[in-house]
């Protein structure tokens, strides 16, 4: 039997609460769930609730904010809670996205703090790692993606650790058009689980590849069975490709 394999969809600045529900049932009416693929979307904060609602009768979908803040509720102008995005139906968000480290300055510690928030408040995170090109070409891709994980998952429970998802996205990747290759992610993918494997995980982690995903190079990363899914961005925006996508592999 062929493993699970979640397939990710992270629209980030696109699709408001109109688009958003259209593009669910867009692709609702044309995409059958299968045994053994789970599907994430991550929308805009303000489509989390047309997103949810327009997704509710499908059991293998799931949808996640793009990011939260740790703190419950308060004085915090333009953030989103986890109470908050949990009562719009996400059951869980992204942490850590490139976007957040590199364009708004997220550090580890701010990924710890939204992790730990996650997990208390019952929703799962999906923590994204990845090294700059700089990063990689000075041979440093390990320590700097091990780092990551490590400062964000550093003295969680096994039970803890074993709700987390984990998705490897090189930043020099991220909707350039270059990607991975398959053996090049799989190698960070082996690093990452036996990391994850000293923070405690007990059991298969779930670690998903991200970095110009398409139709053309899906069937190459899935080929190799340390990669458990993808994290998609321009390559799901729209409801026929990504529906065309979630159909290779598996
Ligand atoms: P692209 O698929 O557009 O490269 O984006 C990847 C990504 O950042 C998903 O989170």
């Given at each position: 039997m062929?493993r699970?394999l979640i397939?990710?969809?992270?629209?980030?600045?696109h699709?408001?609460p109109?688009?958003?529900?259209a593009?669910?049932?867009?692709?609702?009416a044309?995409v059958?769930?299968?045994e053994g693929?789970?599907l994430?979307?991550?929308?805009p904060?303000?489509?989390?609730?047309?997103t949810?609602?327009?997704?509710?009768a499908?059991?293998?979908?799931t949808?996640?904010?793009q990011n939260?803040?740790w703190?419950?509720?308060?004085?915090?102008?333009?953030e989103?809670?986890?109470?908050?995005?949990?009562?719009?139906?996400?059951r869980?968000?992204?942490v850590?996205?490139?976007?957040?480290?590199?364009?708004?300055?997220?550090?580890?510690?701010?990924?710890?703090?939204?992790?730990?928030?996650?997990?208390?408040?019952?929703l799962?995170?999906?923590?994204?790692?990845g090294e700059?090109?700089?990063e990689?070409e000075?041979?440093?891709?390990?320590?700097?993606?091990l780092?990551?994980l490590?400062?964000?998952?550093e003295g969680?429970?096994?039970?803890?650790?074993?709700?987390?998802?984990?998705?490897?996205?090189?930043?020099?990747?991220?909707g350039?058009?270059r990607?991975?290759?398959p053996?090049?992610?799989?190698?960070?993918?082996?690093?990452?689980?036996?990391e994850?494997?000293r923070?405690?995980?007990?059991?298969?982690?779930?670690?998903l590849y991200?970095?110009?995903?398409?139709?053309?190079?899906?069937?190459?990363?899935?080929?190799?069975d340390e990669?458990?899914g993808?994290?998609?961005?321009?390559?799901?925006?729209?409801?026929d490709?990504w529906?065309e996508?979630?159909?290779?592999?598996g």
């Amino acid at each position: 039997m062929s493993r699970r394999l979640i397939y990710a969809a992270n629209w980030k600045m696109h699709h408001g609460p109109v688009a958003a529900r259209a593009f669910a049932e867009r692709f609702s009416a044309t995409v059958e769930p299968r045994e053994g693929r789970e599907l994430w979307f991550f929308p805009p904060a303000v489509s989390i609730s047309a997103t949810a609602d327009a997704l509710a009768a499908r059991p293998d979908a799931t949808v996640g904010a793009q990011n939260v803040y740790w703190e419950q509720k308060g004085a915090f102008t333009g953030e989103s809670s986890v109470p908050l995005v949990a009562e719009a139906g996400a059951r869980g968000a992204l942490v850590g996205h490139s976007e957040r480290r590199h364009v708004f300055g997220e550090t580890d510690a701010d990924t710890a703090r939204k992790v730990a928030a996650l997990l208390d408040g019952g929703l799962v995170p999906m923590l994204c790692v990845g090294e700059t090109l700089a990063e990689r070409e000075g041979g440093d891709t390990e320590r700097v993606v091990l780092r990551q994980l490590r400062a964000a998952l550093e003295g969680r429970s096994a039970d803890e650790l074993g709700r987390t998802l984990i998705a490897y996205e090189p930043v020099w990747a991220i909707g350039t058009g270059r990607n991975a290759t398959p053996a090049d992610a799989a190698a960070v993918h082996r690093s990452i689980r036996a990391e994850l494997a000293r923070l405690g995980t007990a059991g298969r982690a779930s670690v998903l590849y991200g970095g110009s995903v398409n139709a053309r190079n899906i069937l190459a990363l899935l080929a190799e069975d340390e990669l458990d899914g993808v994290l998609v961005g321009g390559a799901s925006l729209d409801p026929d490709g990504w529906a065309e996508l979630v159909g290779l592999g598996g």
